[in-house]
């Protein structure tokens, strides 16, 4: 079946541009997750929504960035006034409930480039 | 989630076994041990889970100690294609927080 899929694969903006990240997760999981990788640097959490419950924002890493998933599927990944630290890829995973025990299915990330 | 630790790196040849070893000394006892990879430029990919037993899959085995204090994923023959970086993740049952918490995990780096 369909895995998750992001779009786009690539992205390059100018510094102060916002910026809107998609993802389609894998159908029927309640589950989404936005992670991000920089250079250098590990994957880190961004945000965790899961089902009705209000979303996971404490790895946001400042307000301007934003999430939001519609109808409990698709969810963009918003970053407002962007800056070259933003710059690095965005990956979302979904995963059939939320919790510690449900494997997660990684897309494969949008690049970001803040020029 | 506890702290894992894992090498930086690690060579394999093609075609041999691949020990990745995984400590965890300060687990608890509800936690579980993931193991996920990141093939180069993908997503990561989920490859085996347990809590006390030794597991098997088609990806790989996980050998988790009797303490429970570290683990070894293993990969039976490796191939080129599981030049990758592994990371083992510690995940606590009926922990609320769904999210992974990756470290720096270990490269994997495989010789034809």
């Known amino acids: 079946g369909a895995g998750v899929s992001q779009s786009p694969s690539n992205k390059v903006t100018e510094k102060g541009k916002d910026v809107e990240l998609r993802c389609d997760p894998i159908?029927?999981?309640?589950?989404l997750y936005w992670y991000r990788q920089s250079l250098g640097q590990g994957l880190e959490f961004l945000i965790y929504?899961?089902?009705?419950?209000?979303?996971?924002k404490s790895g946001l890493p400042s307000d301007r960035f934003s999430a939001e998933r519609t109808g409990g599927s698709v969810s963009t990944l918003t970053i407002q006034r962007t800056q070259q630290e933003d710059s690095a890829v965005y990956l979302c995973?979904?995963?059939?409930?939320?919790?510690?025990?449900?494997?997660?299915?990684f897309g494969p990330g949008t690049r970001l480039t803040v020029t | 989630d506890a702290k894992t630790t894992q090498p930086n790196s690690m060579e394999s040849n093609e075609e041999e076994p691949v020990h990745l070893p995984c400590n965890h000394s300060?687990?608890?006892?509800?936690?579980?041990i993931h193991w996920y990879r990141q093939l180069p430029s993908q997503g990561p990919e989920y490859v085996i889970h347990g809590l006390t037993s030794n597991v098997n899959n088609r990806m790989a085995s996980l050998a988790i100690a009797e303490d429970r204090k570290s683990s070894t994923l293993i990969l039976h023959r490796a191939t080129l294609r599981d030049a990758a970086v592994y990371y083992c993740?510690?995940?606590?049952?009926?922990?609320?927080?769904?999210?992974?918490?990756f470290g720096k995990g270990t490269k994997l780096s495989v010789k034809p």
């Open positions: 993740i510690l995940r606590t049952y009926g922990g609320s927080q769904g999210n992974l918490i």
């Open positions: 300060t687990i608890s006892g509800t936690d579980y």
């Open positions: 159908s029927g999981h309640t589950a």
């Open positions: 995973a979904s995963s059939l409930a939320g919790g510690f025990y449900y494997e997660q299915y």
């Open positions: 929504f899961q089902g009705n419950s209000a979303p996971d």
